[in-house]
């Protein structure tokens, strides 16, 4: 009982005075927005299993599967650099999707949506569209988490997970577009052309940066002087 209260002791002394064992190198926010970070992951994935065996198009069983093997890497790596508070074993990596990035620019007449009435109805469209959300749903997550985040390796890992969620959900847009199940509008061109053309490069230092500038610059020439 008593070495168990002098090591809590050591550990808050450790913590005040800086010295903190790396598994502890984390603070309060960190914890609980990598817990939510991780718990999501778990969702996500348990998500992706229920849903394969619905898959009829080939395509997005790739996809799934794919996206599906990344994620539970990225898990691990984030766990492990969670629970360690140190460099993980295995380094992140940069998810890559197979198809090309071609929009189908337009909109098409289509039913309108709503809610399924039997599980009957799941579709491939269905399956895609939880997909990109469970993706967007991440990309946020780790966002915020990685600004909370004071542990300098997680904080990277996490930060490096953001863009392969962002690929992930992309791949899924470009894929539901090419059947249709997500239509893209696109204004005309004359005013496609007004809003690209809207803004203008910056140039040169602001007056008033340049006047602070010249008074540092005398300032410390009259303390040289001195």
């Known amino acids: ?116 009435q039997s599980m009957s109805e799941i579709s491939d469209e269905f399956i895609s569209g939880c997909m990109l959300t469970a993706c967007k749903t991440g990309a946020s997550q780790k966002t915020m988490a990685a600004l909370e985040t004071t542990n300098p390796v997680v904080r990277r890992v996490l930060a490096d997970s953001i863009p392969n969620c962002i690929e992930m959900a992309y791949e899924l847009s470009i894929y539901q577009n090419k059947h249709h199940y997500y239509q893209v509008p696109q204004l005309s061109q004359q005013d496609m052309t007004m809003m690209v053309n809207a803004f203008a490069p910056a140039q040169g230092m602001p007056q008033t940066m340049n006047q602070n500038t010249n008074m540092n610059i005398n300032t410390s020439m009259n303390y040289m002087k001195h």
Do not use: W
């Open 1 to 116: 009982m008593l070495q168990n209260q002098n090591q809590q002791e050591q550990m808050h002394q450790n913590m005040h005075t800086g010295a903190v064992p790396p598994q502890l190198n984390h603070g309060g926010h960190e914890v609980f927005d990598v817990h939510e970070v991780l718990s999501s992951s778990i969702g996500t994935m348990n998500q992706y299993m229920m849903l394969r065996q619905h898959v009829k198009d080939q395509e997005l069983l790739d996809i799934l599967d794919r996206q599906y093997q990344f994620m539970q890497n990225e898990y691990n790596i984030t766990l492990d650099c969670f629970k360690s508070g140190k460099n993980p074993a295995q380094p992140t990596s940069s998810y890559k999707m197979n198809q090309d990035n071609d929009f189908i620019y337009g909109m098409k007449p289509a039913a309108p949506k709503k809610p399924m």
